[in-house]
Protein backbone atom coordinates (compact mmCIF):
# COMPACT_ATOMS: atom_id res chain seq x y z
CA UNK A 1 0.00 0.00 0.00
CA UNK A 2 1.55 3.42 -1.03
CA UNK A 3 2.07 5.64 1.72
CA UNK A 4 2.77 9.30 1.27
CA UNK A 5 5.59 10.31 3.52
CA UNK A 6 6.00 13.76 4.75
CA UNK A 7 9.76 14.45 6.24
CA UNK A 8 12.26 12.19 8.15
CA UNK A 9 14.29 13.82 11.06
CA UNK A 10 17.57 12.23 13.10
CA UNK A 11 18.11 13.18 16.08
CA UNK A 12 21.46 12.31 18.32
CA UNK A 13 21.49 11.81 22.20
CA UNK A 14 22.57 15.67 22.67
CA UNK A 15 18.73 16.29 21.27
CA UNK A 16 20.11 17.93 18.15
CA UNK A 17 18.62 17.15 14.56
CA UNK A 18 21.12 15.84 13.23
CA UNK A 19 19.79 14.86 10.07
CA UNK A 20 16.26 15.98 8.30
CA UNK A 21 14.58 15.13 4.86
CA UNK A 22 11.72 16.51 3.06
CA UNK A 23 9.70 14.12 0.24
CA UNK A 24 6.48 16.70 -0.30
CA UNK A 25 6.97 19.54 -3.08
CA UNK A 26 7.14 22.49 -1.36
CA UNK A 27 4.36 25.04 -2.59
CA UNK A 28 6.04 27.63 -4.97
CA UNK A 29 7.36 30.54 -3.35
CA UNK A 30 4.70 33.76 -4.65
CA UNK A 31 6.67 35.08 -7.61
CA UNK A 32 8.95 38.61 -6.11
CA UNK A 33 12.08 39.91 -5.94
CA UNK A 34 12.91 39.25 -2.33
CA UNK A 35 16.55 38.00 -3.00
CA UNK A 36 17.40 41.64 -5.17
CA UNK A 37 15.50 43.47 -2.48
CA UNK A 38 17.87 41.53 0.17
CA UNK A 39 20.88 42.46 -1.59
CA UNK A 40 19.87 45.98 -1.61
CA UNK A 41 19.24 45.91 2.12
CA UNK A 42 22.44 44.00 2.60
CA UNK A 43 24.37 47.39 1.52
CA UNK A 44 21.28 49.58 1.85
CA UNK A 45 23.46 52.51 3.42
CA UNK A 46 24.68 53.95 0.20
CA UNK A 47 23.07 57.06 -1.50
CA UNK A 48 20.37 55.23 -2.91
CA UNK A 49 19.11 54.45 0.89
CA UNK A 50 15.04 53.95 0.74
CA UNK A 51 12.32 56.36 1.90
CA UNK A 52 11.04 55.31 5.56
CA UNK A 53 7.74 54.01 3.52
CA UNK A 54 9.59 52.16 0.85
CA UNK A 55 11.80 50.64 3.46
CA UNK A 56 8.59 49.16 5.13
CA UNK A 57 8.06 47.37 1.97
CA UNK A 58 10.65 46.22 1.85
CA UNK A 59 10.65 44.55 5.39
CA UNK A 60 7.08 43.07 4.70
CA UNK A 61 8.03 40.41 2.48
CA UNK A 62 10.86 39.55 4.87
CA UNK A 63 9.16 39.22 7.76
CA UNK A 64 7.90 35.94 7.29
CA UNK A 65 11.55 34.22 6.66
CA UNK A 66 12.42 32.00 8.76
CA UNK A 67 14.49 28.89 9.26
CA UNK A 68 11.53 26.73 8.58
CA UNK A 69 13.37 23.68 8.52
CA UNK A 70 15.35 24.16 11.53
CA UNK A 71 12.01 25.44 13.75
CA UNK A 72 10.05 22.46 12.94
CA UNK A 73 12.83 20.08 13.96
CA UNK A 74 13.14 22.12 17.59
CA UNK A 75 9.44 21.86 17.85
CA UNK A 76 9.08 18.15 16.60
CA UNK A 77 11.54 17.54 18.67
CA UNK A 78 9.99 19.19 21.98
CA UNK A 79 7.03 17.18 21.19
CA UNK A 80 8.29 13.59 20.73
CA UNK A 81 10.50 14.29 23.99
CA UNK A 82 7.36 15.29 26.25
CA UNK A 83 5.35 12.67 24.97
CA UNK A 84 8.27 10.32 25.31
CA UNK A 85 8.14 11.05 28.85
CA UNK A 86 4.48 11.14 29.58
CA UNK A 87 4.15 7.71 28.19
CA UNK A 88 7.08 6.41 30.32
CA UNK A 89 5.61 7.98 33.60
CA UNK A 90 2.07 6.36 32.54
CA UNK A 91 3.33 3.10 31.37
CA UNK A 92 5.81 2.38 33.03
CA UNK A 93 9.47 2.95 32.15
CA UNK A 94 9.53 -0.47 29.56
CA UNK A 95 6.55 1.11 27.90
CA UNK A 96 7.74 3.34 24.48
CA UNK A 97 6.11 5.84 22.63
CA UNK A 98 4.98 4.40 19.22
CA UNK A 99 2.84 7.18 17.04
CA UNK A 100 0.90 10.12 17.34
CA UNK A 101 -1.76 11.04 14.85
CA UNK A 102 -3.41 14.93 14.05
CA UNK A 103 -5.97 15.30 11.02
CA UNK A 104 -3.18 16.18 8.74
CA UNK A 105 -0.07 14.05 9.28
CA UNK A 106 1.02 11.22 11.52
CA UNK A 107 4.36 10.93 13.27
CA UNK A 108 6.27 7.90 14.10
CA UNK A 109 8.76 7.35 16.56
CA UNK A 110 11.56 5.29 17.00
CA UNK A 111 14.37 5.44 19.60
CA UNK A 112 17.42 3.26 19.86
CA UNK A 113 18.90 1.79 23.12
CA UNK A 114 21.47 4.57 22.10
CA UNK A 115 18.77 7.38 22.29
CA UNK A 116 19.12 8.25 18.25
CA UNK A 117 15.83 9.21 17.64
CA UNK A 118 14.02 8.79 14.62
CA UNK A 119 10.73 10.36 13.13
CA UNK A 120 9.07 9.81 10.62
CA UNK A 121 6.13 12.16 8.96
CA UNK A 122 3.20 10.46 6.92
CA UNK A 123 -0.16 11.12 5.53
CA UNK A 124 -2.41 10.27 8.42
CA UNK A 125 -4.28 6.84 7.09
CA UNK A 126 -0.68 5.24 7.33
CA UNK A 127 -0.02 2.19 9.16
CA UNK A 128 2.50 1.56 11.52
CA UNK A 129 5.88 2.85 10.15
CA UNK A 130 8.01 1.44 13.23
CA UNK A 131 9.24 -1.85 11.20
CA UNK A 132 10.18 1.01 8.63
CA UNK A 133 12.49 3.11 10.82
CA UNK A 134 13.72 -0.05 12.30
CA UNK A 135 14.96 -0.70 8.89
CA UNK A 136 16.39 2.34 8.03
CA UNK A 137 18.67 2.21 11.23
CA UNK A 138 19.82 -0.78 10.74
CA UNK A 139 20.39 -1.07 6.95
CA UNK A 140 21.38 2.08 6.08
CA UNK A 141 22.33 4.28 9.65
CA UNK A 142 24.56 1.43 10.41
CA UNK A 143 26.00 0.10 7.79
CA UNK A 144 26.52 3.60 6.21
CA UNK A 145 27.12 6.06 9.38
CA UNK A 146 28.11 3.48 11.85
CA UNK A 147 30.74 1.54 9.92
CA UNK A 148 32.00 4.43 7.71
CA UNK A 149 35.39 5.15 8.96
CA UNK A 150 35.57 8.38 8.12
CA UNK A 151 32.41 9.65 9.86
CA UNK A 152 33.17 11.43 13.21
CA UNK A 153 32.21 9.00 16.41
CA UNK A 154 29.48 12.36 17.13
CA UNK A 155 27.21 14.13 14.16
CA UNK A 156 27.59 17.69 15.22
CA UNK A 157 25.71 19.62 13.00
CA UNK A 158 25.20 16.79 10.57
CA UNK A 159 28.46 15.68 9.76
CA UNK A 160 28.85 12.30 8.97
CA UNK A 161 25.51 11.89 8.09
CA UNK A 162 25.20 13.25 4.64
CA UNK A 163 26.96 10.85 2.92
CA UNK A 164 26.01 9.88 -0.34
CA UNK A 165 25.27 6.73 0.06
CA UNK A 166 22.88 6.99 3.30
CA UNK A 167 21.25 9.72 1.20
CA UNK A 168 20.60 7.91 -1.61
CA UNK A 169 19.99 4.66 -0.05
CA UNK A 170 17.49 6.71 2.22
CA UNK A 171 15.65 8.36 -0.55
CA UNK A 172 15.45 5.02 -2.78
CA UNK A 173 14.19 3.36 0.62
CA UNK A 174 10.80 6.36 0.93
CA UNK A 175 10.65 6.28 -2.27
CA UNK A 176 9.69 2.78 -2.43
CA UNK A 177 7.21 3.10 0.20
CA UNK A 178 5.82 5.80 -1.99
CA UNK B 1 0.57 -11.18 25.93
CA UNK B 2 -0.72 -10.12 28.78
CA UNK B 3 -4.40 -8.57 26.79
CA UNK B 4 -5.30 -11.73 26.59
CA UNK B 5 -6.26 -11.75 30.00
CA UNK B 6 -9.95 -12.01 30.72
CA UNK B 7 -11.30 -10.17 33.81
CA UNK B 8 -14.07 -12.28 36.28
CA UNK B 9 -16.99 -10.17 34.82
CA UNK B 10 -19.64 -10.39 38.35
CA UNK B 11 -16.68 -8.67 40.31
CA UNK B 12 -17.23 -5.48 38.44
CA UNK B 13 -21.32 -5.76 39.33
CA UNK B 14 -20.46 -4.81 42.85
CA UNK B 15 -19.87 -1.41 44.25
CA UNK B 16 -22.15 0.74 42.02
CA UNK B 17 -24.36 3.12 43.30
CA UNK B 18 -22.52 4.06 46.53
CA UNK B 19 -22.44 7.69 45.90
CA UNK B 20 -25.26 10.13 47.89
CA UNK B 21 -26.14 12.95 46.80
CA UNK B 22 -27.84 14.07 43.31
CA UNK B 23 -26.61 17.43 43.43
CA UNK B 24 -23.44 18.81 43.44
CA UNK B 25 -23.13 21.19 46.98
CA UNK B 26 -22.07 24.71 46.48
CA UNK B 27 -19.41 24.30 49.25
CA UNK B 28 -17.69 22.15 47.12
CA UNK B 29 -16.66 24.18 44.66
CA UNK B 30 -13.58 25.91 45.77
CA UNK B 31 -11.07 25.63 43.59
CA UNK B 32 -8.54 23.77 44.97
CA UNK B 33 -7.64 20.72 42.43
CA UNK B 34 -7.05 18.35 45.36
CA UNK B 35 -9.41 15.62 43.59
CA UNK B 36 -11.76 13.43 46.45
CA UNK B 37 -11.01 9.72 46.24
CA UNK B 38 -11.25 7.59 43.66
CA UNK B 39 -14.70 5.81 43.62
CA UNK B 40 -13.77 3.10 41.18
CA UNK B 41 -10.65 2.28 42.77
CA UNK B 42 -12.50 0.70 45.83
CA UNK B 43 -13.30 -1.96 43.37
CA UNK B 44 -11.59 -5.32 44.12
CA UNK B 45 -10.60 -5.99 40.66
CA UNK B 46 -7.55 -7.31 39.52
CA UNK B 47 -6.92 -6.21 36.39
CA UNK B 48 -9.61 -3.82 34.15
CA UNK B 49 -8.37 -3.43 30.53
CA UNK B 50 -11.15 -1.44 28.30
CA UNK B 51 -11.01 2.51 29.14
CA UNK B 52 -8.16 3.18 31.90
CA UNK B 53 -8.11 6.86 32.88
CA UNK B 54 -10.26 9.77 31.57
CA UNK B 55 -8.71 13.31 32.33
CA UNK B 56 -10.07 16.68 31.83
CA UNK B 57 -8.18 19.96 30.55
CA UNK B 58 -9.94 23.14 30.48
CA UNK B 59 -8.71 26.23 27.95
CA UNK B 60 -5.48 27.28 29.88
CA UNK B 61 -4.27 23.84 30.62
CA UNK B 62 -4.79 23.48 33.90
CA UNK B 63 -6.16 19.59 35.08
CA UNK B 64 -10.19 20.21 35.94
CA UNK B 65 -10.79 16.01 36.19
CA UNK B 66 -8.76 13.27 36.80
CA UNK B 67 -10.62 9.75 37.24
CA UNK B 68 -8.58 6.31 36.86
CA UNK B 69 -10.03 2.77 36.33
CA UNK B 70 -8.58 -0.34 37.12
CA UNK B 71 -4.52 -0.08 37.31
CA UNK B 72 -3.78 -0.51 33.75
CA UNK B 73 -1.94 2.72 34.36
CA UNK B 74 0.98 4.12 36.98
CA UNK B 75 -0.77 5.72 39.93
CA UNK B 76 0.67 9.17 40.10
CA UNK B 77 0.21 11.81 42.46
CA UNK B 78 -1.97 14.75 42.17
CA UNK B 79 1.34 17.66 41.18
CA UNK B 80 1.94 14.69 38.37
CA UNK B 81 -1.52 14.95 36.70
CA UNK B 82 -1.26 18.48 37.08
CA UNK B 83 2.03 18.46 35.58
CA UNK B 84 0.70 16.29 32.35
CA UNK B 85 -2.01 18.20 31.65
CA UNK B 86 0.19 21.11 31.17
CA UNK B 87 2.73 19.37 29.56
CA UNK B 88 -0.41 18.10 27.23
CA UNK B 89 -1.66 21.17 26.55
CA UNK B 90 1.85 22.86 25.52
CA UNK B 91 2.75 20.01 23.36
CA UNK B 92 -1.02 19.62 21.63
CA UNK B 93 -0.45 23.52 20.51
CA UNK B 94 2.63 22.15 19.24
CA UNK B 95 1.29 19.82 16.76
CA UNK B 96 -1.48 22.26 15.26
CA UNK B 97 1.30 24.65 14.51
CA UNK B 98 3.54 21.46 12.68
CA UNK B 99 1.98 20.99 9.14
CA UNK B 100 3.77 19.22 6.82
CA UNK B 101 2.42 19.08 3.06
CA UNK B 102 -0.49 20.89 1.96
CA UNK B 103 -3.99 19.90 1.78
CA UNK B 104 -5.66 19.04 -1.23
CA UNK B 105 -8.21 21.09 -2.41
CA UNK B 106 -11.68 19.81 -1.19
CA UNK B 107 -13.75 20.74 -4.55
CA UNK B 108 -17.25 20.64 -3.17
CA UNK B 109 -20.33 19.81 -5.98
CA UNK B 110 -20.72 23.22 -6.89
CA UNK B 111 -17.13 23.63 -8.30
CA UNK B 112 -16.29 26.15 -5.93
CA UNK B 113 -13.33 25.42 -2.98
CA UNK B 114 -14.22 25.04 0.11
CA UNK B 115 -12.45 25.97 3.30
CA UNK B 116 -10.35 23.56 4.24
CA UNK B 117 -10.88 22.58 8.09
CA UNK B 118 -8.69 23.88 10.24
CA UNK B 119 -5.70 22.29 11.88
CA UNK B 120 -6.32 19.84 14.45
CA UNK B 121 -3.52 18.83 17.18
CA UNK B 122 -2.51 15.91 18.13
CA UNK B 123 -6.17 12.70 18.35
CA UNK B 124 -4.50 10.03 18.91
CA UNK B 125 -1.05 9.13 20.70
CA UNK B 126 0.37 5.05 20.72
CA UNK B 127 2.27 3.69 22.85
CA UNK B 128 3.31 0.21 23.75
CA UNK B 129 1.24 -0.59 26.70
CA UNK B 130 -1.63 1.55 26.20
CA UNK B 131 -3.53 4.51 23.69
CA UNK B 132 -4.59 7.93 24.10
CA UNK B 133 -7.50 9.63 22.50
CA UNK B 134 -8.13 13.60 22.91
CA UNK B 135 -11.17 15.17 22.09
CA UNK B 136 -10.96 18.84 21.45
CA UNK B 137 -14.14 20.54 22.30
CA UNK B 138 -14.52 23.79 20.00
CA UNK B 139 -14.25 25.96 23.35
CA UNK B 140 -10.71 24.63 23.59
CA UNK B 141 -11.26 22.12 26.65
CA UNK B 142 -9.89 18.82 26.07
CA UNK B 143 -10.92 15.59 26.96
CA UNK B 144 -8.13 12.83 26.79
CA UNK B 145 -9.36 9.37 27.59
CA UNK B 146 -6.24 6.28 27.94
CA UNK B 147 -7.55 2.69 26.53
CA UNK B 148 -5.67 -0.15 25.99
CA UNK B 149 -4.35 -0.61 22.36
CA UNK B 150 -7.02 -2.77 21.70
CA UNK B 151 -9.93 -1.24 22.82
CA UNK B 152 -12.62 -0.52 19.86
CA UNK B 153 -15.51 2.30 19.44
CA UNK B 154 -13.33 4.76 21.76
CA UNK B 155 -15.42 7.20 19.34
CA UNK B 156 -18.54 6.92 20.57
CA UNK B 157 -17.16 6.32 24.18
CA UNK B 158 -15.50 10.16 23.83
CA UNK B 159 -18.97 11.35 22.62
CA UNK B 160 -20.94 9.58 25.45
CA UNK B 161 -18.73 10.86 28.20
CA UNK B 162 -18.65 14.73 26.52
CA UNK B 163 -22.82 14.11 26.46
CA UNK B 164 -22.41 13.39 30.25
CA UNK B 165 -20.10 16.42 30.84
CA UNK B 166 -22.65 18.23 28.76
CA UNK B 167 -25.68 16.81 30.58
CA UNK B 168 -24.72 17.16 33.92
CA UNK B 169 -21.76 19.37 34.75
CA UNK B 170 -22.06 22.42 32.21
CA UNK B 171 -25.62 22.19 32.99
CA UNK B 172 -25.02 22.24 36.93
CA UNK B 173 -25.94 25.49 38.34
CA UNK B 174 -23.47 25.11 40.79
CA UNK B 175 -20.46 24.39 38.43
CA UNK B 176 -18.44 27.59 37.23
CA UNK B 177 -16.69 27.46 33.91
CA UNK B 178 -13.01 26.09 33.91
CA UNK B 179 -13.59 25.48 37.53
CA UNK B 180 -12.21 21.67 38.95
CA UNK B 181 -14.93 19.23 38.21
CA UNK B 182 -16.43 18.43 41.39
CA UNK B 183 -20.33 16.99 40.67
CA UNK B 184 -21.75 13.79 42.21
CA UNK B 185 -23.62 13.16 39.48
CA UNK B 186 -21.52 12.92 36.63
CA UNK B 187 -18.87 11.08 38.78
CA UNK B 188 -21.83 8.23 39.25
CA UNK B 189 -23.02 8.36 35.40
CA UNK B 190 -19.50 8.37 34.28
CA UNK B 191 -18.52 5.46 36.62
CA UNK B 192 -21.77 3.17 34.98
CA UNK B 193 -21.06 3.92 31.94
CA UNK B 194 -17.39 2.93 32.02
CA UNK B 195 -17.78 -0.11 34.13
CA UNK B 196 -20.52 -0.97 31.13
CA UNK B 197 -17.74 -0.57 28.53
CA UNK B 198 -15.41 -2.45 30.37
CA UNK B 199 -17.71 -5.14 30.86
CA UNK B 200 -18.97 -5.11 27.43
CA UNK B 201 -15.46 -6.67 26.39
Not at chain 1, 121 to 137: D, F, K
Request: charged share 20%; aromatic share 10%; net charge negative.
Amino acid sequence: MPVQVYSLYIFDRHTECIYSKQWFETPAPAPSALPHDQHQQANGNGPAMATAGEQQQQQQPNKPRRNKGADDAKLIFGTVFSLRNMVRKLGGDDDAFISFRTSQYKLHYYETPTNLRFALLTEPGALSMRNVLHQIYINLWVEYVVKNPLSPVEHKGGEGVRNEMFELGLDKFIRGLM
Amino acid sequence: MYYAQVRPQSVLETGCGETSDAHCPAQQLNSSIQLEADISTQNPVEQILGILALIVINKAGGLIYNRTFGDGLNQLNTNDYLVLAGTFHGVHAITTRLNPGHQPQQITAGGIPSRPDPPSGLEVMESENFRLQCFNTLTGTKFLLFTDTLQANVDVAMRKIYDLYADFVTKNPFYQLEMPIRCDTFDRKLNSYIREVNNAR
